[in-house]
């Protein structure tokens, strides 16, 4: 379900996107559309220039009466449009015909899976939308998620449509080496409730819990790091504090999973792209139990 916020009458009216099976809309997949939208505005981030960068975001409702000749795979109906558009480096023709295939990425290494995109990519084909790019090397880029709407049906918001997340007051290190991804699972904590700190990297994290290993209640830290990844970080935070709480956060399923992330020492573990329902569930599940 996707929300179109009319600020002018100071509500938020919900809309209906078609589900995968094109059935039912569940209040469960809120989580969905949060995951194109951080990962489409993460790659933004990394393309605009520190300086002088510009991300615009919009989200309306779009009919597409007849079939598009601009946009011809795209079914004649309602949709909900997403549009992210930056000003950075753009992307040249040859490389945008590549930009959807699982592991692709421009990215320097160690600076990102290349999984956005294609995870983007696969979550629209799912609920039976579209994704346009239009791109010019230099100029920016623009990406625009057309989701699929069922009949048009204002639905008050209910406890069960907020769906509350867990939250609390526990201080937390937040651990990647990416800078974006550090600063949204931070953002994503603080709005549960939760004190955080930044560090990027492993080094600068150990660093920082050595100097003050009482200062935090949870770890919670990237998997593939440059230098020292995030078990190995688990392991020497262990060394100073053995009894803190630690989840290991990965894109690839298999680094860590469940069992050897119990073999490892750590307390829990979350797949990227993170979605602010599961992270809020695994931090107060494994706060609760230290």
């Known amino acids: 379900m996707l929300c179109l916020p009319y600020s002018e009458k100071n509500k ?16 469960g997949h809120l989580d969905t559309p949060h995951q194109i939208a951080m990962n489409l505005i993460t790659n933004a981030y990394h393309a605009v220039d520190p300086g002088n960068g510009k991300i615009d975001i919009q989200l309306k409702e779009k009919e597409f009466k007849t079939h598009s000749i601009a946009r011809p795979r795209i079914e004649p109906g309602r949709y909900a449009m997403l549009s992210v558009s930056d000003n950075g480096c753009g992307i040249d023709s040859e490389t945008l015909e590549m930009i959807f295939e699982p592991y692709f990425t421009t990215k320097a290494q160690g600076k990102g899976t290349g999984l956005g995109l294609a995870v983007v990519h696969g979550i629209v084909k799912e609920y039976g939308g579209e994704i346009f790019v239009t791109s010019e090397s230099g100029k920016g880029s623009s990406f625009d998620v057309c989701i699929p ?19 609390g007051t526990e201080r937390i290190l937040v651990v ?86 119990q073999e490892i020492g750590v307390n829990g573990f979350l797949m990227k792209p993170i979605v602010k329902s599961e992270m809020a569930k695994m931090v107060r599940k494994v706060l609760d139990k230290c």
Do not use: W
Request: charged content about 25%; glycine content about 4%; hydrophobic content about 35%.
């Open 12 to 27: 938020t009216v919900f809309y209906r996107v078609k589900e995968p099976n094109h059935e039912q809309t569940k209040p």
């Open 149 to 167: 709407l069922m009949k048009s049906e204002f639905i008050p918001l209910t406890d069960d449509l907020q769906n509350v997340s867990p939250s």
């Open 176 to 261: 990647d080496d990416e800078v974006s991804i550090a600063n949204v699972e931070s953002q994503m904590l603080a709005r549960l409730g939760y004190n955080t700190t930044i560090s990027i990297g492993s080094h600068e994290a150990l660093n920082s819990f050595k100097t003050s290993p009482e200062a935090f209640d949870l770890i919670l830290t990237d998997m593939s790091m440059p230098n020292m990844t995030g078990d190995r970080l688990a392991y020497e935070i262990r060394q100073i504090r053995p009894e803190i709480p630690i989840i290991i956060c990965t894109g690839f399923s298999e680094q860590i999973n469940k069992e050897n992330a």
